[in-house]
């Protein structure tokens, strides 16, 4: 966990929007010493957990009703892709790498970088619309299930391999 991943953004988002019977846990080994503080001074609106092996994030995930990765930078996030493909609808930042995957306002929210009111109304969103957010999350893992799988890869692979050869006749 560094700066970069907008954890700052997320956590005021949380703490200003005081929603009953809801809960923030993050996930993530600390990368940045310096972010120490940050946690600290959040305490109080978060569960920590600082680390969960890959193979047991999908709990987490399935026990979960919402993603939100608001990164400042970040190449493509897989964690998108892996939330998703737990039926999570997901709310990132336009920074995550993940705007040709999540599809805004069907199977999740591109919000900007480092907004909070953004964040806060996406999150707003999922929390009054169960129904809406079951949607979303039922597209999310539709939309993975259909061109994200290792056999989508090994063919999309090889059709690159075949385009590479194709070139050079």
């Known amino acids: 966990m560094c700066f970069d991943k907008g954890l700052f953004y997320l956590l005021e988002a949380f703490k200003q929007l005081k929603?009953?019977?809801?809960?923030?846990?993050?996930?993530g080994?600390?990368?940045?010493?310096?972010i120490k503080f940050l946690?600290?001074?959040?305490?109080?609106?978060?569960?920590?957990?600082?680390?969960?092996?890959?193979?047991?994030?999908?709990?987490?995930?399935s026990n979960s009703s919402v993603f939100v990765l608001p990164s400042i930078q970040e190449g493509l996030a897989l964690?998108?892709?892996?939330?998703?493909?737990?039926?999570?609808?997901?709310?990132?930042?336009?920074n995550t790498g993940g705007g040709d995957?999540?599809?805004n306002g069907v199977n999740g929210f591109v919000?900007?970088?480092?907004?909070?009111?953004?964040?806060k109304e996406k999150i707003k969103f999922f929390y009054y619309n169960e129904e809406k957010r079951r949607k979303f999350?039922?597209?999310a893992r539709e939309y993975v299930k259909k061109?994200?799988?290792?056999?989508?890869?090994?063919?999309?692979?090889?059709?690159?391999?075949?385009?590479?050869?194709e070139k050079r006749k």
């Open 19 to 27: 929603l009953p019977n809801s809960e923030l846990v993050v996930i």
């Open 29 to 34: 080994k600390i990368r940045d010493p310096n």
């Open 39 to 61: 946690l600290k001074k959040y305490a109080n609106y978060f569960t920590y957990i600082p680390h969960v092996s890959h193979n047991e994030l999908y709990k987490f995930y």
């Open 79 to 94: 964690v998108i892709l892996e939330a998703m493909s737990c039926g999570l609808p997901v709310i990132i930042s336009e």
């Open 101 to 103: 995957i999540v599809k």
């Open 111 to 119: 919000v900007p970088i480092r907004n909070i009111e953004a964040i």
């Open 137 to 139: 999350g039922e597209r």
């Open 147 to 165: 061109g994200f799988t290792w056999d989508d890869y090994g063919k999309k692979m090889i059709e690159n391999y075949i385009k590479i050869i």
